[in-house]
């Protein structure tokens, strides 16, 4: 599969104080290839390095070094933030998250479709106002970084505010976010749907103010098949088109019922998928979300485009919506990363979301390693989305975008982790009882461009 083209930096976000230097000391643990489904002795591309330092200046890294090393010239008054025994991995990449549904989240007792007209679509309509949405997108951003997520492909509201004030939020911090203007033309509540013609207008204009403005880039974001009408799906392919550097977000195949209603109001399409092939929607630039249900063609059509699927484990077990065979499309060439979905999930938190998605590989037969989980959220989702010049390893010249992290929290934790660490045990099974234990508490710091825009309390 391909991937796509790098995003260009245009202009840079607001410097602040991002020109000051840091040095981190820690255990560095980071991809240069995917593991694969491999047995965790035999995986790939997993780079393992205790005691280095991160030499970070301007907002990137500068180096990586050992710790017994004398550092470059220049950099010896610089104080090293000491975070040893601790691990200190790139920032979590959420390939599909809701920002209103925050509001949402553990709701109780709907599949897919009523949960969308009990609790969704009330909670999205409150987005119309500006204040709203400001108070919105900050609360969830800030959500994101508390949970290791420096980066993430957002679905605001289909209100135009919504997603500038996520552009606008994220741009003030730096980070980098993939975000659009949902549209949703049909089958949805008064003050939750849009016309084509203001809708293009609206992602003109957003197009224009804040792609490849800083590290903010447009997706041509379609809510799913059955709220869009024809004309308007026409309309989104025809964005992703004439803007080649835009991104493509929406659902796929994630429940039956959907399945079997799209069916119905799309007779002449061969699948769910093909709805938004026939209209040029499929690029490398294209991040689905769930893809349970589809079959060989539609993975074939996948890979032959290079799009991607946004695995959400814990939305799926939540709303009962199906077990993603992610080996079966590993097999057969498809992308996947990893995504949390909030509110149909239950945690932003990427390590609970692993944790889910070893259980739903285990139901299939398949054993998920903590490598190839932890790959899919860092190098492998920067891969998909043509972002891994910048974001997805430790690595010089790369964003200094980072999690500090404890390996253990609580007595339970911190004694597998003794044992473990005592018993000189491999350090993928090391990695893989953080992984399974551990969640947002183990956090210690999140940096984004090299400025810590979280911190524990503890």
Known sequence: MNAPDPVSLTSEAPQTDAALRRVLRADLLDFTADPGFALPQEATGVRWRPDHLVLIEDG???????????????????????????????????????????????????ALLDWLNTYTFPAEKRYADPEVSRQGAQRFLSALWAHGTTSAVVFPTVHKVSAQALFEAAHAQGMRLITGKVLMDRHAPDGLRDDVVQAERDCIDLIDRWHDQGRQAFAVTVRFAPTSTPAQLAMAGLLCQTYPGTYMQTHVAENQDEIRWVAELFPDARSYLDVYDRDGLLGPRAVLAHGIWLDANDRAVLRERGAQIAHSPS?????????????????EGVAVSLASDVGGGTSLSMLRNMQDAYKIQAMLGNRLTAWKALHAATLGAAQALGLSHEIGQIEPGHMADLAVWDWAHGPVAEHRDRLARDSHASLHERAFVWMTLGDERNLVETLIRGQTVFQSPL
């Open 315 to 331: 939305s799926n077990l939540f709303l009962g919506s199906g077990l993603f065979d992610w080996a079966q499309a590993q097999r």
């Open 60 to 110: 990137r890294i500068h180096a990586v070094q050992p710790a017994d090393q004398p550092v470059p010239a220049g950099w010896q008054s610089v104080p090293q933030e000491d975070h040893g025994g601790r691990l200190l991995m790139p920032g979590f990449i959420d390939t599909h998250v809701h920002c209103p549904q925050l509001d949402v989240i553990a709701s109780f007792g709907t």
